[in-house]
């Protein structure tokens, strides 16, 4: 804990680049100051998060979304060092990484239903996580159990009363005590 306070201080600063001249070389050079930080999993140490550091990370999961191995989310971060906390955290933040990951979904989603389609992957399996990745899926499964619980309190509706069952010869009357 005594490494996160003077990152919280440094997150107090807003991000901006400053100008530092040299009046003797009379050159001016760039300083980005970062606003946000995040514990690398892998190190242990908290490590600067920059607007470049953010597109090199989009851009990593753009990519890693193409590949044919690329079936969760979490295995894209995890395997960076990066806690899902901060991940989604820069996904609200960063415009980039909201349209990568959107994309990432999306991909996984299609190579997820395909390989359920041509039995290359368990479909239970398939069929319960689905929702997560893709919208469509999700909403046609919301449709689904409202549905059922429709089914479910209609059935539920149903009385029947039957007051005196009729004579027959086949049922003996029921002898008085």
Request: aromatic fraction near 10%; proline fraction near 2%.
């Amino acid at each position: 804990m005594a490494q996160t306070r003077p990152a919280q201080a440094r997150l107090a600063q807003t991000r901006k680049t400053i100008n530092h001249s040299n009046k003797k070389d009379k050159h001016t050079k760039k300083v980005t100051v970062w606003d946000e930080e995040y514990f690398d999993l892998f190190t242990f140490k908290v490590k600067p998060v920059s607007d470049a550091f953010l597109e090199k990370v989009a851009e990593g999961l753009w990519k890693w979304a193409d590949l044919e191995s690329s079936f969760r989310i979490s295995d894209f971060h995890l395997d960076r060092g990066i806690s899902k906390k901060d991940f989604y955290r820069w996904i609200g933040r960063d415009k980039k990484m909201k349209f990568a990951h959107e994309y990432a979904m999306a991909r996984i989603a299609s190579r997820r239903e395909k390989g359920a389609l041509f039995n290359e992957l368990n479909v239970t399996m398939v069929t319960k996580t689905l929702g997560h990745y893709c919208e469509v899926y999700s909403q046609e499964e919301q449709k689904r159990s409202d549905q059922r619980q429709k089914e479910n309190l209609d059935a539920q509706k149903t009385i029947v009363v039957i007051d005196k069952a009729p004579n027959c010869d086949k049922v003996p009357v029921k002898k008085k005590d």
